[in-house]
């Protein structure tokens, strides 16, 4: 189990020079809309590539080979994986297709006369009604078309304006490769993203790809066949079977002595299941939580020190800046190395914070000015 935690913690806080290498490297990072005291992407991103700003891989990734999607959450990936989610194999009708038939036909026929569209506008131009989201907000319903098109792989994001999605046509796909050509490659890029990965996990996550990608094969088989592979390797740990890439060692892994704060969905913490076998303490993201039964905080981020996970700290705006409240599991680490540590990352967590909090007013100041190009 110790060295499993090293592995875990090792094989994805690597370095890399910029936002986009580091998407790449991990192959998947999820996109989260709540600032506290930042999105998600970039609390992920600022652990992984040195002086990353909050919005640098939402300015950075349009000129690169990456594509927004949803995998078994909604992120960004390289555009090859991206790929092999389509044709999706779930043909249900959305419900804006059926409250508003024909609608998602003048949405495509609306990007395809132009370079690039955001959704108020286009919500503007087709007159479109508004829809209670999964979230209990409203939207336009040319936003959901929106949505869907992508989903389906007939548009596609090409920047963020404000942090709000701009699309454009999708053009000509190549031919997709064999179901179990595609569900190896997907199954693949979630074990290289979150190993090492409990087998009960990777299924779980099999089936949250579902259609997208996994649904036109037996999944069952498709799993079996990937996991007893020759490119996976196995260790049984307390009952758990664990999986990992057979090309890296877990033995060989080593840890810094830095202190992180991590995003709620960083590839450390993402798994709830292998988090609490491996620290033996149960972490729960409450942001949809009612205030009354949170545990931990609305937006607890996982306080890592070498390759304990030993509390959790939450970070939240007041008149004197960033509040900084740190909890604990168990006992305190003690000792000068662990202050150190921590006092460096409350730094350089309330200085992202302030940078973060200038992003979001200029974006929110160019919504303002330029309707059609940003948002808020």
Not at 22 to 37: C, E, M, S
Not at 59 to 71: I, K, N, S, V
Request: aromatic letters at 8%.
């Amino acid at each position: 189990a110790a060295a499993l935690r090293r592995y875990a913690v090792a094989r994805t806080l690597v370095p890399s020079p910029t936002a986009t290498d580091a998407v790449a490297r991990l192959g998947f990072v999820q996109y989260d809309p709540i600032r506290r005291p930042a999105c998600a992407q970039d609390l992920i991103l600022r652990h992984r590539v040195a002086g990353y700003r909050a919005g640098d891989l939402d300015r950075d990734y349009p000129g690169h080979p990456l594509e927004e999607a949803f995998l078994h959450v909604y992120g960004v990936m390289p555009a090859a994986l991206e790929r092999s989610l389509h044709p999706r194999g779930d043909d249900a009708a959305w419900r804006v297709e059926r409250e508003h038939p024909g609608l998602a036909r003048r949405v495509l026929r609306y990007l395809r006369e132009r370079e690039a569209v955001h959704p108020r506008e286009l919500a503007q131009a087709l007159d479109a009604a508004a829809m209670t989201g999964a979230w209990g907000g409203t939207s336009p319903a040319s936003t959901r078309a929106l949505d869907m098109l992508q989903h389906r792989g007939l548009a596609r994001v090409v920047r963020r304006a404000g942090g709000i999605r701009v699309y454009a046509p999708s053009g000509d796909r190549p031919r997709a490769e064999p179901p179990s050509r595609r569900a190896g490659t997907i199954l693949s890029m979630l074990l290289r993203l979150y190993a090492p990965l409990p087998s009960a996990t990777l299924a779980q996550l099999a089936r949250m790809v579902g259609g997208r990608g996994l649904d036109d094969v037996r999944r069952e088989r498709a799993l079996a066949r990937f996991v007893e592979g020759p490119s996976v390797a196995s260790a049984t740990v307390d009952r758990v079977r664990y999986l990992w890439p057979a090309d890296e060692d877990p033995l060989a892994a080593a840890v810094d002595e830095r202190v992180r704060a991590l995003a709620p969905f960083d590839p450390v913490a993402w798994d709830r299941r292998r988090f609490e076998h491996l620290w033996g303490w149960r972490y729960r993201f409450e942001a949809y939580t009612p205030a009354a039964k949170r545990v931990y905080g609305y937006y607890a981020l996982p306080l890592l020190w070498r390759e304990h996970v030993v509390g959790w700290v939450n970070a939240a705006p007041s008149p004197r800046g960033l509040a900084i409240d740190v909890r604990y599991a168990g006992a305190k680490p003690r000792g000068p190395a662990f202050r150190r540590a921590l006092d460096d990352e409350i730094a350089s967590l309330r200085a992202f914070a302030r940078d973060a909090g200038r992003g979001s007013r200029a974006a929110d100041a160019a919504a303002a000015a330029t309707p059609a190009e940003a948002g808020s």
